[in-house]
């Protein structure tokens, strides 16, 4: 295990980048690169290797640590290896053993040279203790397989995980599956010493919206601090976002905020979009500044009676945002197919890949203790669709037509807490969420309900200008843009829209080539490239 060092920023490989396309061979360069002390490279302090859903070779993870090495940096001691392993459920076990297997051959590999060695993989989409029981076991088994090929270490404490917990009612329900997986694993023999947890907020946010998302990574962060009081141990959460304010908003012009909102967290994810379109230097101050302020604050802490007024709080925006959800996925799923993949991902519906899970308003309602807004929410009817598309592509799809997600439900949401709080309920929203309205605020500019009008149904328009009508009236936020890059912005927003109709359109109406569909691509990127992030 790596001593007590614990990285303040992590590099991902996040597809969620306008300006550029990493194929996977350019891959262990950019890693290296990121983990690179300033001012030569990025100054990031770990590395992301990301088996799920992609096309990562085997051996990235081999040639990442050594070349590292190369550079003076020995992994596990001065900077985090850590792949993100594939899911056994959503993909299969054999490419989570695969890419088990990578880690133990690369902790061989650097064991011939100079040390270090990768301590922890990260396993997506957690959803109960026994996940986590059986990577622990397919661990032992690989660690046992290394040592009988090449005498490595026998001990299955070497390798440890991370939980990624990404939807909203396994967020709310962190503690209590943290504590069954720390039980369980005592009771096989495995030691754990610390725990680090990664909370996801793009798929919680497109599954059930912006507030939701966000207060259910609050209710974790307090969760995953109360259970390492109980239990004497220490946890780490890594808050796993991008830089738009709907997929986290993990940005330098927000890092106060950001550092207030979520205090408790000790590691943040430096995705694409900000070290390419925002840029280097805004992601080598970042790195400093994360360095230097994450852990430092008291972490969040909520009582039985605020998570219940939080939970009820969730479940009214929630309701709110699958109301829209429906109408939109039409519009989102063809725009999305014009959004570039930009990382060599598996296909999200074929033999290897997968499509996101939809909402489980049931599982939500289990959750809310408040029982009128529980059975509220438990009537709700999942969305039964295999055509999801990936959180990034979404969020892109939206802003791409002038609906950014952040409102989507919001103000529908606001108006039902103060009909079931009062004007306090709105008051001890913003103590839980503070930067609440520097979110929306941000995505208000690249807002245009004018321009989304020409996508989508009437039924949806009437809901949405409910959305911006009441919060206005709330925060008194104009929709639109301010800076001159932001006119520019708009301008190009309302260029491509013909084109763009006619390319959502059914495929007898397209009169197009693929040229056409190549230069409405390439504007979505333009777009993505004046917003900070393509999704």
């Avoid at 040639?63 to 190369?70: D, H, K, R, Y």
């Avoid at 754990?192 to 962060?221: F, N």
């Avoid at 430096?270 to 852990?295: F, M, N, P």
Wanted: charged share 25%; glycine share 8%; aromatic share 6%.
């Amino acid at each position: 295990m790596a001593g007590n060092f614990i990285p303040a920023t992590m590099m991902t490989q996040h597809p969620d980048s306008a300006s550029r396309y990493v194929p996977v061979r350019d891959e262990p360069k950019e890693a290296i690169d990121a983990l690179t002390p300033q001012p030569i490279g990025l100054g990031l302090e770990e590395v992301m290797v990301d088996y799920e859903g992609k096309l990562t070779p085997y051996h990235q993870t081999a040639e990442i640590c050594l070349g590292l090495l190369e550079r003076g940096q020995v992994p596990g001691r001065d900077v985090l290896v850590t792949p993100r392993v594939p899911s056994a459920t959503k993909e299969t076990a054999f490419h989570q053993l695969m890419a088990l297997m990578s880690v133990i051959e690369s902790n061989y590999q650097m064991s011939l040279s100079e040390g270090g060695a990768i301590s922890e993989v990260i396993v997506p989409m957690v959803e109960t203790a026994a996940e986590l029981l059986d990577v622990r076991r397919r661990i032992e088994d690989v660690i046992e397989l290394g040592h009988k090929e090449f005498g490595t270490s026998r001990d299955a404490g070497t390798v440890w995980v991370i939980p990624l917990i990404e939807e909203v009612p396994e967020l709310l329900g962190a503690g209590s599956m943290l504590g069954a997986y720390l039980d369980e694993a005592k009771k096989e023999g495995y030691r754990i010493d610390r725990l680090r947890v990664m909370l996801g907020r793009s798929d919680s946010a497109m599954a059930y919206g912006l507030v939701p998302s966000v207060l259910a990574v609050k209710t974790a962060i307090s969760d995953c601090h109360l259970l390492g009081r109980e239990r004497d141990i220490e946890v780490f959460p890594i808050y796993g976002g991008g830089a738009l304010p709907f997929r986290g908003h993990v940005s330098l012009d927000n890092f106060d905020q950001l550092v207030k909102d979520y205090a408790g967290v000790r590691t943040v994810t430096v995705q694409s979009g900000i070290r390419y379109d925002i840029g280097g230097e805004s992601a080598r101050q970042l790195a400093l500044r994360a360095h230097d302020e994450l852990g430092l604050a008291p972490p969040l802490q909520f009582d039985k009676g605020q998570r219940s007024i939080i939970t009820a709080m969730i479940g009214l925006f929630t309701a709110a945002y699958l109301e829209s959800f429906a109408f939109l996925l039409p519009v989102v799923i063809a725009v999305s197919e014009a959004i570039p993949p930009q990382r060599d991902r598996l296909a999200r519906k074929s033999a290897v890949g997968y499509a996101r899970a939809a909402a489980e308003p049931a599982k939500l309602a289990a959750r809310i203790t408040d029982a009128g807004i529980s059975s509220r929410v438990n009537q709700i009817k999942r969305l039964e669709t295999a055509s999801l598309p990936r959180a990034i592509s979404f969020t892109g799809a939206l802003y791409s037509i002038g609906l950014p997600p952040e409102f989507i439900g919001t103000g529908r949401g606001l108006k039902a807490v103060e009909d079931h709080f009062g004007a306090a309920g709105l008051e001890m929203l913003l103590r839980f969420y503070p930067g609440m309205p520097f979110d929306l605020a941000r995505a208000a500019r690249y807002a245009s309900l004018k321009t989304a009008a020409q996508h989508l149904p009437e039924d949806l328009l009437f809901q949405l200008e409910a959305d911006l009508e009441n919060i206005s009236a709330v925060f008194d936020i104009d929709m639109g843009p301010v800076t001159a890059n932001e006119q520019r912005y708009h301008v190009l927003l309302e260029t491509v829209q013909p084109m763009l109709r006619q390319m959502v359109a059914p495929a007898q109406e397209w009169a197009g080539d693929i040229a056409d569909r190549q230069l409405v691509t390439e504007w979505i990127c333009r777009l993505g490239r004046l917003r900070g992030s393509l999704g």
